[in-house]
């Protein structure tokens, strides 16, 4: 059984910089997608990046390509996402995610229809203006 537990939010500055943090425990392959999202109350729920499950490249969507950087040990044992040049509009529950042969090309594109297999309970982000 894969288990995932986010940490790392809290509250910061516009302009500032967070790095959250995902535990990850029950992999048992190396043929996991590792995703971060974030959900604010009456939005969808947004891809913020993905770590491909093929070849490790990383993935990130417009409204945070450049500010956020996904990353992962070897084993898969931790994720973390590390976001600078944090907005306001930046604020939402973060949530750390996994995906049984996940296509990062997949979740960027919004016309195909994916979920992950496994999510964490979240951590909150609140960035001040």
């Known amino acids: 059984e894969v288990q995932l537990v986010e940490s790392g939010g809290g509250l910061v500055q516009a302009g500032g910089s967070l790095r959250l943090s995902c535990a990850v425990s029950?992999?048992?392959?190396?043929?996991?997608?590792l995703h971060w999202f974030r959900q604010v109350p009456g939005k969808e729920r947004e891809g913020v990046a993905c770590?491909?499950?093929?070849?490790?490249?990383?993935h990130y969507p417009d409204a945070v390509k450049g500010r956020a950087t996904i990353a992962s040990d070897t084993a898969k044992s931790t994720v973390t996402l590390q976001l600078n040049s944090l907005k306001p509009e930046d604020t939402a529950v973060y949530y750390c995610?996994?995906?049984?042969?996940?296509?990062?090309?997949?979740?960027?594109?919004?016309?195909?229809?994916?979920?992950?297999?496994?999510w964490g309970q979240g951590t909150q982000v609140t960035v001040s203006s």
């Open positions: 029950g992999v048992t392959d190396d043929n996991y997608s």
């Open positions: 995610a996994a995906d049984y042969a996940g296509v990062c090309e997949a979740y960027m594109d919004s016309s195909y229809d994916v979920e992950p297999d496994y």
């Open positions: 770590i491909s499950a093929f070849d490790g490249s990383v």
